[in-house]
């Protein structure tokens, strides 16, 4: 049955890029039943300070807590924590695994009949690091639990509240004059809008479309260059493009990570971004009666929003 817009809804890691963006779209129609759980204080406060009608919560959802209690009476989860950036394995085993076994048990523990679990393309990608290996790992307990459930798989987002990928190249852009580009620079990409992944959430919500797993791709393919020339003119950047050697490009990456323990880039993600993967595109406008934002429309609304663009997160 389609969720009533007065049911619960619970958003574990829902203080980031996604979660953020979700909050505001499931808010335009007239969803106001929200918990957001979260560890990072700051966008926790951020989250709060626009949205001081809805409940937020500081947990962390790698060990049993209060935050528990929250899923007493709640009718669906949407599954968003997740580490995405760091040198070390642990934080990944810890915020991709062990939160997903605990948050896991407590949908089981009350029985909530639904659950849209935000997994990630890397599943199916040739990478080999920590990100992509506990991302296949959290699907896969996701998948063999049991739990009513949907698998949700987008590919590099952007879009609102951005403070790690195109939001961060962006305001790289603004402060540096040049701006390296690694090798040609013409990696196929396939970004998604973070606006049009949260209007297939809603829409899975709302439907309670269950026991499927969807690749969701970006419909156009942009090379990697031409996604900084986009950013350059929505933001009105005056700096120099140049391209540099890709061995050169990664000998910066790891020398910048000696000085940084939470590098916005990295030489892992470097390698993924010039790895060569082409992701299915399915047809989900029709699946799911989402109507996709162009990729030009898209990054001015990102950059240029009047009510969100200016909103930085912490990264």
């Known amino acids: 049955m389609p969720l009533m817009k007065h049911k619960k809804i619970i958003l574990p890691g829902g203080a980031g890029l996604v979660g953020q963006n979700l909050v505001a779209f499931l808010k335009r129609k007239g969803y106001r039943n929200l918990v957001v759980l979260d560890k990072h204080k700051a966008n926790l406060r951020v989250l709060q300070r626009m949205h001081p009608d809805i409940t937020v919560e500081y947990a962390d959802l790698a060990l049993p807590g209060a935050w528990q209690k929250h899923f007493d009476g709640a009718n669906a989860v949407v599954m968003l924590q997740a580490q995405i950036g760091d040198l070390h394995a642990e934080p990944f085993v810890r915020n991709n695994i062990t939160t997903t076994g605990l948050i896991i048990n407590q949908i089981k523990k009350y ?52 403070r790690k990928h195109l939001g961060w190249l962006s305001r790289f852009m603004k402060k540096v004059p040049i701006f390296p580009i690694p090798g040609h620079g013409r990696y196929m990409r396939q970004p998604l ?36 020339r986009q950013i350059k003119k929505a933001t009105h950047s005056r700096c120099w493009i140049i391209h540099i050697p890709y061995t050169f490009f ?3 990456l790891r020398f910048w990570s000696l000085f940084d323990c939470n590098p916005p880039f990295t030489a892992s993600q470097l390698k993924a971004l010039t790895a060569g993967d082409a992701f299915e595109v399915i047809d989900w406008p029709s699946i799911f009666s989402v109507k996709p934002t162009p990729f030009a429309k898209a990054i001015d609304e990102t950059f240029n929003d009047p009510e969100y663009s200016r909103v930085k997160l912490e990264f």
Not at 119 to 125: A, G, I, P
Not at 129 to 148: C, W
Not at 207 to 224: D, H, R
């Open 111 to 162: 029985k909530i009949p639904y659950t849209v679990h935000i997994s990630s393309s890397v599943v199916e990608s040739v990478g080999d690091d920590h990100y992509t290996n506990t991302k296949k790992e959290q699907e896969k307990m996701v998948l063999a639990s049991g739990i009513n459930s949907v698998v949700l798989r987008p590919t590099l987002m952007f879009g609102w509240f951005d």
């Open 250 to 252: 990664s000998l910066l």
């Open 193 to 228: 809008y973070v606006g049009d992944f949260c209007a297939i959430i809603i829409s899975c919500l709302e439907s309670g479309m269950a026991g499927n797993v969807f690749n969701i791709t970006g419909l156009e393919e942009v090379t990697y260059i031409d996604i900084i």
